[in-house]
């Protein structure tokens, strides 16, 4: 099979990485193992929160150039602003209702009731433009009754802490009652599906308006709109106080249902997308990838002009620690970590963790090397890349996007 772009990976990077290349016309295919870590989103992109020192960002686009010199922004140089603005009009483009700005970072509200700061965060959940928005507000925390992974208690007290005066209630209706006979049943992504029946959606509304007198607010779980947005916009509609939803313990609604519309805008767009099939090696001429193969594709290689890897971090496979090394495991690309396992990691789960900053190195069009010797169509994009530390530095969702659309262009520029 012949493409002029292959890529490894069908997360944010990667389909990021494709749409802008179907696009431009460069003929795409991805291959993905299964679910990425939009699977598992909190509800919101972040772009830089922080700086490894621990200096806060209220502004990304002003502190972009104060970060570590490996760090993948750093290769985007000057056009870190343009790629943010290209990132948030791409995901708009593929019906992926996103509010926020690049250079003011916003608060969003976590599954455990504390605000956390962030770049664009879905249209489903409330963006607080300060961290005082709290104070003084009458919240009503409401609950399916026996959904588990909504914990109203944590969420209650922490909004209380933050100065809201709070009530807990649990809704039931007999469509969900059903789910509740298997309390395995009972997850965020089976309760969506019940209410994207609108009569049973109906039916909640009206429930809840029950409960509301009093309040200036309701929270919920994000359990609405897996396949669209219309649930989560009826029920606001529908009701006279504003609606919170909060995310979850995953799997997480919303970013299922942005991994499902980037996947079809790809489609859409002409990209091939193999869902259920791993690539394991790949075959090299001079400093150049031939072909790669996959699991359920045996010896039939697929060739391509470029390729792309976005594979991901730890989590999706695209990185693997041994006791002594991390490795990148498709095409054994030069990995950038410290020797010495004792320096990865601090005992404090809470500190910055090193390992964290390990990936794929790569010279400054995100090309990746293998054995010290630049790969000449093989480029790196998203969590895979070494050089940042995505927890401590809150910049996951932006290093996946902005490095995904510069290595389209730099691909489209040839
Ligand atoms: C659990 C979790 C939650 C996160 N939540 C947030 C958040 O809420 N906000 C935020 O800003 N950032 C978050 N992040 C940071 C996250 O890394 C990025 O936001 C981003 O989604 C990562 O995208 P990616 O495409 O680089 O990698 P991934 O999403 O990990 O996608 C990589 C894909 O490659 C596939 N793959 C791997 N190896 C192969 C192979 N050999 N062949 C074929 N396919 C392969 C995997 O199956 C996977 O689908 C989170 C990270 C994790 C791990």
Redesign the pocket.
């Known amino acids: 099979m012949k493409f002029d772009t292959l890529i ?8 990021t990485c494709g749409i802008r290349l179907q696009k431009n016309g460069v003929r795409c295919a991805i ?8 699977h ?7 772009l830089l929160n922080g700086l490894s020192d621990g200096t806060k960002v209220d502004n990304p686009v002003a502190a972009a150039g104060k970060v570590g010199s490996n760090h993948p922004y750093t290769k985007l140089g000057e056009h870190f602003a343009y790629y943010a603005r290209e990132a948030k009009q791409q995901l708009l483009e593929c019906g992926i209702e996103v509010n926020g700005d690049a250079k003011h970072n916003h608060f969003r509200i976590t599954p455990m009731g504390t605000l956390k700061p ?2 664009l965060t879905f249209s489903d959940f409330t963006p607080l433009p300060s961290a005082d928005d709290m104070a003084g507000r009458k919240i009503l925390v409401a609950n399916i009754a026996g959904f588990l992974d909504f914990n109203t208690k944590f969420v209650a007290d922490s909004f209380e802490k933050q100065g809201a005066e709070c009530r807990i209630a649990s809704i039931n209706l007999p469509e969900l009652e059903r789910l509740r006979i298997s309390p395995t049943e009972m997850r965020s992504t089976n309760i969506a599906r019940v209410l994207e029946n609108e009569k049973v959606l109906e039916a909640l509304i009206a429930e809840l308006a029950g409960h509301t007198a009093g309040f200036d607010t309701v929270a919920l779980p994000a359990v609405f709109g897996l396949s669209s947005a219309t649930p989560a916009k009826k029920l606001k509609e529908a009701l006279d106080i504003p609606v919170w939803l909060i995310p979850t313990m ?1 799997p ?1 609604v919303p ?1 299922i249902r942005a991994q499902q519309q980037l996947r079809r805008s790809f489609e859409e767009l002409g990209g091939v997308y193999m869902l259920g ?4 090696k790949a075959d090299f001429q001079g400093n150049r990838v031939q072909a790669v193969y ?1 699991v359920n594709h045996g010896d039939i290689s697929f060739v391509a002009e470029n390729f792309v890897l ?4 730890y ?4 990185l693997v620690a041994r006791s002594n090394s991390v490795i990148e ?2 095409f054994g690309c030069d990995v950038d970590f410290t020797p010495g396992r004792d320096s990865w990691y601090d005992k404090s789960f809470f500190n910055k963790q090193n390992y964290m900053t390990f990936g794929v190195a790569t010279d400054e069009k995100l090309r990746a090397s293998i054995g010290g010797d630049t790969q000449q169509n093989l480029f790196a ?4 890349l070494s050089g940042s530390n ?1 927890i401590h530095e ?7 996007m902005l490095t ?1 659309l510069y290595v389209a262009d730099n691909l489209i520029k040839g």
């Open positions: 490894i990976g069908g997360g944010l990077a990667g389909l291959i993905s193992t299964g679910q990425s870590a939009l598992f989103s909190s509800g919101s992109f972040d962030t770049w995953p997480s970013g099939d791993t690539v394991v996959s976005a594979s991901g971090s989590f999706s496979n695209g495991p498709v994009a998203g969590s895979v995505t809150g910049c996951g969702a932006g290093i996946s995904a």
